[in-house]
C-alpha cells in the first residue's frame, strides 16, 4: 500500500460526515427475523427518509445480522441466496465480487458510500461480513441519492458503530480445507460522550480445488457525542487479502453441432468429422478423426467438461492480492428539531495485484467462416499426434492496479406538516472522484503470432501447449521467462457530480408519493501511457488525454396506497446516469456525448400478517441499461470519412421479470426466509451481432432460496437447540458464443441443501454448518465458456465467547 499522509488526510475530514434519520415516536417500525420484519428505519436506502417498507416506493430486500449469523456465512458471495433478483454476474474470471441485480451490473456501499467495483471493472475486491450488521439491497437506479452507479441497483453494507454499551466477542471458526478464523469485536464507552469500537479478524483456507484464501482485515471506529443534536463518527477500515484466481473452472469444449448437419457430440463418428475439403484447415487421418470422435462425450459443446477436483489452475497464476484502506468521518446535526443535515466524507485506495489465466480453449470441431478446424482452432496435432484435450490458444495477464477515490455526499431533510400531510423534503449533493492507474502484461503459447506490414513474425508466444487439460503439463519457471508484452497501460479518472431534490409526502396514512430530481454532471478522462509496439504497433506510443462528458436529469417517481395497515401497493419509475465504464478508452469519442443510463418500472404489493410477524414484497419489474455503445459496421479506421460515426449508442441490455421475497418469525419456533425470481434478461446491444436479443450470459431465469429455523427444546437444556435447513435452487444460466462455436453453451441447472445447528447459552455459542448435504455436484458461477464447480459436503463449526 502505498503511505499515506493521515495528518493532512484528517484535517481534510473535519468538514465531513454520515446520516441519521430523525426518530419519530409515530413512525411503524416492523423488524424482520428474530425481531420480525426490519424496516429501513434511519436514512433508509430506497429514499433516505423515514419510511417503512410498507410505505416504500421501491423494491428493497433486507438481510439482517440474525439471518446472516444462522447461515454462518462470511462474504457478501454467499449472501446472493437471501436476495431475489441478486444472481452471480457470468464471466466475472472469479475475481472479488461481481453479482448483478436483474442481470445488471450492482454499485456497492457502505452505509451508501463506495466499497469498490462495479461500472465495468475487472479487478474487484472480496467483501467480508466482518464488520456488517446487515445489507440492504435496493433495485433500479438511484443516481440523485447515491451519485454515479450501477444500473442494476445499490447493495449497501451496514456497517457496525460503536457502542455506549460494552460488548465484547471473541469467535473462533475451524472447517475443513484447513480452514480457520479468528476474530474479536469488542466495543463500550470510554467517556460519556466517546465510544470506540474494534473489530479484526485472521482466516486463512487451503480452499476447495486449492483456490486459497488468506485474510486479515481490521476496522476501528471513535463516535462522539456532543449532546442530542449533534454526533461525529471516524472510521478506519484496513483489509489485506489474496485469494486463488480460477478464471475459466471446467471449460465447456468447443464442439459446433451445427458443422456436423446438426448431431450432437454423443452421435457422431469419425467418418462425420470431415477434413476441409480445400485441404485449409487442420487435415487429420481417419483414424485420428475417430479418435477425436471416441474423445467427445454426450454434452460436448453444451455444458463444461467436468475434471472433478480438478482445474486448468497453472502454477503461474498469483493469487489476487488485494490491500484497502478506507477512511471515513461522518457527522450527524439537527439545526432544529425538524431540520436535520448529513454529512459524509470517504477516501478510499485499492491496489491489486494478480496473474490470470483467461485462455486454455479445447477445440474438438468447428467450420468457421467456411473453413474447418483453421488454425489456431482446431484440434492440435504435433508431429502427427493428435491431442484430443489439448488446450490452446492460452493467455496469461498480469495486472497490477491501483484505484484511489474521494467521495463527499450532504444531505439536509426538513420534515413538516400542512393541512394534516406530513411531508420531508430532501435536498442532497454529491462529489466523486476516481483515479485508476492499470497495467497489464500478457504472455501466449504458440498461436499467438504477430507479424510487421512485411509479413515478417515479430513475435510468438512462448508457453508450452496444455497437451492434457485433465492432466496439464505445466510450464516452467516464472512468468517474466516467456517474454510478456504490455498490453495496457493508462490512467483513467472519472469525475461526477450533482444536486437533487426530493419530495415525499404521507397522506393520511393511505398514500405515500414521492418526487425525486436530481442534475448529474460525468466527466471522463484517459490517457494512453504506451504498451509493447510489437503487441500494437499502431498504438503503441503514449498520446495525449481525452476526454469526454455528459450532464442532465435523473429522477425516481413513485406511489404507494395502503387500503389496510397490513396491505400496500406501489408503483415507481426511475431513471439513472451512470459511466459506461470506468475503465475503458474514450479515445474516439472525445466529443461529449451520452454516457450510459438505466431504467426502472415497478409494480408492487407488500403485505403483513401475524402481528407484523411476517412481511412479504410480490414486484413485477422492467429495468434497463441503454446508451450502451456498440460499433459501426461501416466504420474503418483511416479510410472512412469524418462524417461516418465510429461507434452508436443506442444498445441496451434489458431485463424483465417477477419478484417474491417473504421473511416470517412466526411465533418463538418458526422463522422462515423465501424468495424466488423469474427473470428474462436480454442483450440488446449490438443489432448487427449474432448475440443480439439473446439471453445475458450467466443469469439463469429462475432462481428460488428458502431458509428455515426451528428452535427446540430438546435434552432439557437451559436454552432452545436451533437447527436450520436451507435449499437454494438455480436454473441454467448461458455461456453461449457464437464467436468460438458453441451458441447453445449452458452451465446446468441445480439445486444445493445445508444445515446447520446451533446452541447459545448465555455468553458461549457452538455453531456447526453442514453445507451441500447431499453432495449434489453443481456449478457455482457461470464463467467465460465454462463454469465454476460448487463446494463438495463440507462442515464449519463456529465457537464464540461474548462478555
Known amino acids: 500500500m502505498n503511505s499515506f499522509n493521515y495528518s493532512l488526510l484528517s484535517i481534510a475530514c473535519l468538514s465531513a460526515l454520515s446520516a441519521h434519520a430523525n426518530d419519530h415516536s409515530d413512525i411503524e417500525r416492523i423488524t424482520v427475523y428474530d425481531k420480525q420484519n426490519r424496516v429501513v428505519l434511519e436514512s433508509g436506502l430506497a429514499t433516505k427518509s423515514n419510511m417503512t417498507l410498507m410505505e416504500t ?33 457470468g464471466n466475472n474470471y472469479g475475481i472479488g465480487d461481481n453479482l448483478v441485480v436483474r442481470g445488471l451490473g450492482a454499485n456497492y456501499t457502505y452505509d451508501g458510500m463506495y466499497g469498490g467495483a462495479g461500472l465495468g471493472n475487472t479487478f474487484n475486491p472480496t467483501r467480508s461480513l466482518t464488520n456488517v450488521e446487515s445489507v440492504e439491497v435496493l433495485k433500479g437506479p438511484a443516481t440523485g441519492l447515491y451519485g454515479m452507479g450501477s444500473a442494476g441497483g445499490v447493495i449497501n453494507l451496514i456497517e457496525k458503530k460503536p457502542q455506549f454499551n460494552a460488548q465484547h466477542t471473541v ?60 454526533d461525529l463518527m471516524l472510521s478506519a477500515a484496513y483489509i489485506d487479502d489474496a485469494i486463488a484466481v480460477d478464471s475459466i473452472g471446467h471449460p465447456i469444449r468447443i464442439y459446433n453441432a451445427a458443422s456436423v448437419g446438426g448431431k450432437t457430440a454423443g452421435d457422431v463418428s ?77 477516501y478510499r485506495n485499492y491496489e491489486s495485484s494478480f496473474a490470470r489465466q483467461t485462455g ?132 483513467k479518472k472519472v469525475r461526477a457530480g450533482g444536486v437533487g431534490l426530493q419530495h415525499v409526502a404521507y397522506i393520511h396514512n393511505t398514500f405515500t408519493t414521492r418526487i425525486g430530481l436530481a442534475y448529474n454532471h460525468i466527466k471522463q478522462s484517459y490517457e494512453h501511457l504506451g504498451v509493447d509496439p510489437r503487441y500494437r504497433a499502431s498504438a503503441a506510443a503514449p498520446t495525449p488525454e481525452a476526454n469526454t462528458s455528459d450532464s442532465g436529469l ?55 400478517a401475524f402481528d407484523d410477524q411476517l412481511l412479504a414484497s410480490l414486484i413485477l419489474f422492467d429495468t434497463a441499461r441503454t446508451n450502451l455503445e456498440y460499433a459501426n459496421p461501416d466504420y474503418e479506421a483511416g479510410v472512412s470519412a469524418p462524417s461516418v460515426p465510429k461507434s452508436y449508442y443506442n444498445g441496451e441490455e434489458q431485463t424483465t421479470g417477477v419478484e417474491l421475497d417473504l421473511n416470517a418469525d412466526l411465533n418463538a419456533r418458526w422463522k422462515i426466509n423465501l424468495n424466488a425470481v423469474y427473470q428474462d434478461a436480454r442483450d440488446k446491444k449490438n443489432p448487427h451481432a449474432t448475440s443480439f436479443d439473446t439471453r445475458q450470459k450467466g443469469v439463469p431465469y429462475v432462481t428460488a432460496s428458502t431458509w428455515l429455523t426451528y428452535s427446540a427444546d430438546w435434552f432439557k437444556l437451559a436454552s432452545p437447540l436451533n437447527l436450520s435447513a436451507g435449499v437454494q435452487y438455480v436454473d441454467d444460466r448461458s455461456t453461449n458464443s457464437t464467436s468460438f462455436g458453441i451458441p447453445d453453451g449452458y452451465v446446468p441447472s441445480y439445486t444445493v441443501y445445508d444445515a446447520v445447528l446451533a446452541y447459545q447459552a448465555e455468553q458461549w ?36 465467547y461474548s462478555l
Not at 60 to 67: G, N, T
Not at 182 to 209: F, H, M, P, V, W
Open 360 to 491: 486454455a480453449y479445447n477445440y474438438v470441431y468447428w467450420n468457421r467462416n467456411g473453413v474447418i478446424n483453421a488454425d489456431p482452432r482446431a484440434p492440435l496435432v504435433i508431429d502427427d499426434t493428435l491431442y484430443p484435450f489439448a488446450a490452446r490458444r492460452q493467455e496469461y495477464r498480469q495486472v497490477e492496479a491501483d484505484e484511489k477515490s474521494w467521495q463527499y455526499f450532504a444531505d439536509l431533510r426538513y420534515n413538516f406538516t400542512i393541512n394534516d400531510i406530513d411531508n420531508e423534503l430532501l435536498v442532497n449533493a454529491n462529489y466523486e472522484d476516481r483515479d485508476i492507474r492499470l497495467s497489464q502484461y500478457s504472455i501466449f503459447d504458440a498461436d499467438k503470432i504477430i507479424k510487421n506490414k512485411q509479413g515478417e513474425v515479430i513475435y510468438q508466444g512462448q508457453l508450452p501447449y496444455i497437451l492434457d487439460m485433465r492432466n496439464p503439463n505445466w510450464g516452467t519457471g516464472d512468468f517474466h521467462d516467456y517474454d510478456p508484452l504490455q498490453t495496457s497501460n493508462y490512467n
Open 554 to 608: 435523473t429522477y425516481n417517481l413513485g406511489a404507494t396506497y395502503r387500503p389496510t395497515d397490513d396491505l400496500s401497493f406501489f408503483i415507481n419509475h426511475a431513471k439513472g446516469r451512470t459511466a459506461y465504464s470506468v475503465l475503458g478508452s474514450v479515445a474516439g469519442n472525445e466529443a461529449d456525448r451520452d454516457d450510459a443510463e438505466s431504467i426502472s418500472n415497478d409494480i408492487g404489493m407488500r403485505f403483513k
Open 171 to 230: 469467535a473462533a471458526k475451524v472447517g475443513q480445507w484447513n480452514s480457520y478464523s479468528l476474530a474479536i469485536d469488542s466495543t463500550a464507552a470510554i467517556t460519556e460522550q466517546l465510544a470506540y469500537r474494534i473489530n479484526a479478524k485472521s482466516a486463512r483456507s487451503d480452499g476447495y480445488r486449492d483456490l486459497k484464501d488468506d485474510r486479515d482485515e481490521v476496522y476501528a471506529a471513535l463516535k462522539y457525542v456532543f449532546n442530542d443534536q449533534q
Open 270 to 346: 469419425g467418418v462425420d468429422l470431415l477434413n476441409d475439403p480445400n485441404g485449409a484447415g487442420v487435415q487429420l487421418s481417419d483414424a485420428q478423426r475417430q479418435q477425436l470422435a471416441d474423445s467427445l462425450s454426450a454434452n460436448d459443446g453444451l455444458t463444461p467438461y467436468h475434471f472433478g477436483h480438478r482445474g486448468i489452475i497453472s502454477p503461474m497464476a498469483k493469487d489476487n492480492e488485494g490491500e484497502e484502506l478506507r477512511l471515513k468521518l461522518t457527522h450527524n446535526i439537527y439545526i432544529t428539531d425538524d431540520l436535520l443535515l448529513n454529512q459524509q466524507l470517504q
Open 765 to 800: 455459542q457452538v455453531q456447526l454448518n453442514l453445507n451441500n448435504v447431499f453432495n449434489k455436484k453443481y456449478y457455482s458461477k457461470a464463467m467465460y465458456l465454462g463454469g465454476m464447480p460448487g463446494e463438495e459436503r463440507n462442515a464449519e463449526l463456529t465457537f464464540s
Open 57 to 89: 416506493p421501491a423494491p428493497v430486500v433486507i438481510i439482517d445480522r440474525d439471518l446472516i449469523n444462522s447461515q454462518g456465512v462470511s462474504n457478501l458471495q454467499d449472501l446472493v441466496r437471501n436476495v431475489s433478483g441478486l444472481t452471480q454476474a
